[in-house]
């Protein structure tokens, strides 16, 4: 099979790029059809310490097949250690980095393709097929997004109910099938307009164009629903547009 795979972010207004703490991985689509295709999207808790390179190891390493949580959490650990910090930081390393999680595994096994996700917190999967949405994961409604979601932790001893909230999805696909994988402020927003009836699904491609991704992040965070709300959330967007053909 081949994949196309295509990403694109935007840090929160007001902020510098330099101050996203989002991540994705991989890079880069695969060139050479594969029998196998992983990507993950991670959302770093902004008011954690070091949550954005947390949510870059998370990624990562799913990606490479990594799957002791001891390591990346030692990782972690290494990197941040080795950082000259005033005393209020190192003060504020000692609670940790706190990330949500989303990944998708494609895999082809004679002509057969199939899929299946992780999910841990609120960043989403979202699989299209003929501009249709199929399936919404791990929420399926706007109004679930909280200010409280299950986030994984680089630290060992803060992990326990974040991974007893660990959901667990499979699939099958075929050729044309979309997955959108995003952070919860854009996965909110797609949620809520899916809802309305709106025609968002016919427009997933322009998400990751990044020209595209920041003209409707611009527009969406300052509009207002009916209850004062911003239309989006002024937060972190990644998305990851996968597209399967055979």
């Known amino acids: 099979m081949r994949i196309s795979y295509q990403t694109a972010w935007l840090q929160k207004n ?15 689509a695969p060139v050479e059809p594969v029998q196998q295709f992983r990507c993950a999207v991670a959302d770093g808790a902004t008011e954690t310490s070091f949550s954005g ?5 998370l990624c990562q390493s799913y990606v490479t097949g990594e799957t002791s949580l001891e390591t990346m959490q030692a990782q972690w650990l290494s990197q941040v250690s080795s950082k000259n910090l005033p005393w209020y930081a190192e003060q504020k390393l000692e609670s940790g980095a706190f990330a949500a999680l989303v990944c998708l595994e494609i895999r082809q096994e ?14 989403c999967l979202f699989h299209l097929r003929d501009g249709k949405l199929l399936n919404s994961f791990p929420i399926e409604d706007w109004k679930e997004f909280n200010n409280s979601p299950l986030l994984m932790a680089s630290r060992a001893d803060r992990n326990e109910e974040a991974l007893a909230g660990l959901r667990e999805i499979t699939g099958a696909c075929i050729a ?17 307009k899916v809802k309305e009836g709106d025609e968002v699904t016919d427009e997933v491609e322009s998400f990751a164009i990044q020209e595209k991704l920041t003209a409707i992040c611009s527009r969406e965070r300052v509009l207002k629903l009916d209850d004062g709300r911003a239309a989006m959330p002024n937060d972190d967007v990644t998305v990851a547009l996968i597209s ?3």
């Open 176 to 192: 044309g099938d979309q997955f959108l994988l995003m952070t919860d402020a854009i996965s909110n927003w797609f949620l809520r």
């Open 14 to 28: 007001g902020c510098a790029p330099d101050e996203y703490e989002d991540s994705f991985a991989p890079e880069n």
């Open 53 to 57: 390179l947390w949510a870059k190891i």
């Open 244 to 246: 399967v053909t055979a």
């Open 110 to 123: 004679d002509e057969r393709i199939t899929w299946s996700a992780k999910a841990i917190g609120d960043s």
